[in-house]
């Protein structure tokens, strides 16, 4: 006989009752075809990924099973039947893993929710918005602003600054008296 790893995910408005009903009847299919089922763990109500079946969060069941290849598709077949079954997942495995699966031993560490420096209540935001932040318990002095840039602009403020009236062609006096643009005269296309 195979070993296999399945999972299913049961809708989120069925009672943890009644998984564990469907629970013990897929468990009941594997045993009269032969097989047995060493270890199961309800991983309880999770958030999904993505919604399926107008649900965000479903029971999770993992069951390790040791059976024909015959009583795996039988169990299948019976959660595709069953509308409170949104899916599953079987995969043929070398060897089982030894105590409490992943998922498992994070419920049991507390950290199943644990998203680093996202609890710390200000969204995440705090190590970015102070990029010369120092560690806890180092002080640094603070930065003064360059006064000179600040008195610049009140000079600016103070003297707006005079326009030299415009020519017909839009060229300003100043423009002229500079010789920045040279002048062109033409007459009926022949330059002179």
Same mark, same amino acid.
Do not use: C
């Given at each position: 006989?195979?070993?296999?790893?399945?999972?299913?995910?049961?809708?989120?408005?069925?009672?943890?009752?009644?998984?564990?009903?469907?629970?013990?009847?897929?468990?009941?299919?594997?045993?009269?075809?032969?097989?047995?089922?060493?270890?199961?763990?309800?991983?309880?109500?999770?958030?999904?990924?993505?919604?399926?079946?107008?649900?965000?969060?479903?029971?999770?069941?993992?069951?390790?099973?040791?059976?024909?290849?015959?009583?795996?598709?039988?169990?299948?077949?019976?959660?595709?039947?069953?509308?409170?079954?949104?899916?599953?997942?079987?995969?043929?495995?070398?060897?089982?893993?030894?105590?409490?699966?992943?998922?498992?031993?994070?419920?049991?560490?507390?950290?199943?929710?644990?998203?680093?420096?996202?609890?710390?209540?200000?969204?995440?935001?705090?190590?970015?918005?102070?990029?010369?932040?120092?560690?806890?318990?180092?002080?640094?002095?603070?930065?003064? +602003?360059?006064?000179? @840039?600040?008195? $610049?602009? !009140?000079? *600016?403020?103070?003297?707006? &600054? #005079?326009?030299?009236? =415009?020519? /017909? +062609?839009?060229?300003? @006096?100043?423009? $002229?008296? !500079?010789? *920045?643009?040279?002048?062109? &005269? #033409?007459?009926?296309? =022949?330059? /002179?």
């Amino acid at each position: 006989m195979a070993l296999y790893e399945s999972v299913f995910i049961a809708r989120q408005d069925v009672t943890q009752a009644q998984v564990d009903g469907f629970t013990e009847a897929f468990k009941k299919i594997i045993s009269d075809q032969g097989g047995t089922v060493p270890k199961e763990e309800s991983w309880g109500l999770r958030a999904l990924a993505y919604k399926i079946k107008k649900n965000r969060k479903g029971y999770y069941v993992l069951m390790n099973i040791d059976a024909p290849a015959a009583a795996i598709h039988e169990m299948e077949r019976q959660m595709r039947l069953n509308e409170d079954v949104l899916r599953y997942l079987s995969t043929r495995v070398d060897e089982f893993e030894e105590g409490p699966s992943a998922i498992m031993k994070a419920k049991e560490r507390g950290d199943d929710r644990d998203r680093g420096h996202r609890s710390e209540g200000d969204g995440g935001y705090k190590k970015f918005d102070k990029p010369n932040a120092s560690p806890a318990g180092e002080t640094s002095e603070p930065v003064a +602003a360059e006064p000179k @840039a600040v008195e $610049k602009k !009140a000079d *600016d403020a103070a003297a707006p &600054e #005079e326009k030299a009236p =415009e020519d /017909k +062609a839009g060229d300003t @006096a100043d423009d $002229k008296a !500079a010789g *920045d643009k040279p002048e062109i &005269e #033409e007459d009926k296309g =022949e330059a /002179k």
